[in-house]
T-cell receptor, first 109, second 113 residues
Framework: GQNIDQPTEMTATEGAIVQINCTYQ??????LFWYQQHAGEAPTFLSY????GLEEKGRFSSFLSRSKGYSYLLLKELQMKDSASYLC??????????FGAGTTVTVRA | KAGVTQTPRYLIKTRGQQVTLSCSPI?????VSWYQQTPGQGLQFLFE???????NKGNFPGRFSGRQFSNSRSEMNVSTLELGDSALYLC????????????FGQGTRLTVV
């Protein structure tokens, strides 16, 4: 089964750092995806972690701890365009990608 | 290369009717997944197809069905529509499903009245 938990909302100031935490319990877990979804648009891929540790990609970094069922997405040097919903999505060996409810990040000037 | 194409973009149907939605994946992608997105439930997995075979199905009633053709295009069908079926239906394509990045289409907004 799937149980995915992430905060509902976060607010931060332009230029600041935001960390979005996600905990999951996923049968047959095989990796953790993060997606970004702007209002009225389709989700777009941000990152994928298979192994424990930190993956850095520009202003965005993602961390995974498989033993703890825990991941976080770190957004640095926040920009107004980063205001969006961020979706944590554990993948599983049965080809199913389950999504958390999403964290709405609001960036204020 | 062209992205994932979903048609139609918008649909209005009456309760009891049926509807068919279409998804054309990125060229070369053989995995297509379908999701239902509503404000209250978020993104819910419907099913996943790979090379014309359904490999997994979410917890939806049998009124929701799908299929995939030999060219990887996929359709999903909802019969006997209910008001609660009003949602954004998204399809996502990936090369293998599971461990690879999925690309989403813009979705079909279905309204049941």
């Amino acid at each position: 089964g799937q149980n995915i938990d992430q905060p509902t909302e976060m607010t931060a100031t332009e230029g600041a750092i935001v960390q979005i935490n996600c905990t999951y319990q996923t049968s047959g877990f095989n990796g953790l995806f993060w997606y970004q979804q702007h209002a009225g648009e389709a989700p777009t891929f941000l990152s994928y972690n298979v192994l424990d540790g930190l993956e850095e990609k520009g202003r965005f970094s993602s961390f995974l701890s498989r033993s703890k069922g825990y991941s976080y997405l770190l957004l640095k040097e926040l920009q107004m365009k980063d205001s969006a919903s961020y979706l944590c999505a554990p993948g599983s060996n049965d080809y199913k990608l389950s999504f958390g409810a999403g964290t709405t990040v609001t960036v204020r000037a | 290369k062209a992205g994932v194409t979903q048609t139609p973009r918008y649909l209005i149907k009456t309760r009891g009717q049926q509807v068919t939605l279409s998804c054309s994946p990125i060229s070369g992608h053989r995995s297509v997944s379908w999701y239902q997105q509503t404000p209250g439930q978020g993104l819910q997995f419907l099913f996943e197809y790979f090379s014309e075979t359904q490999r997994n199905k979410g917890n939806f009633p049998g009124r929701f069905s799908g299929r995939q053709f030999s060219n990887s295009r996929s359709e999903m069908n909802v019969s006997t529509l209910e008001l609660g079926d009003s949602a954004l239906y998204l399809c996502a394509s990936s090369s293998t499903g599971g461990r690879t990045e999925a690309f989403f289409g813009q979705g079909t907004r279905l309204t049941v009245v």
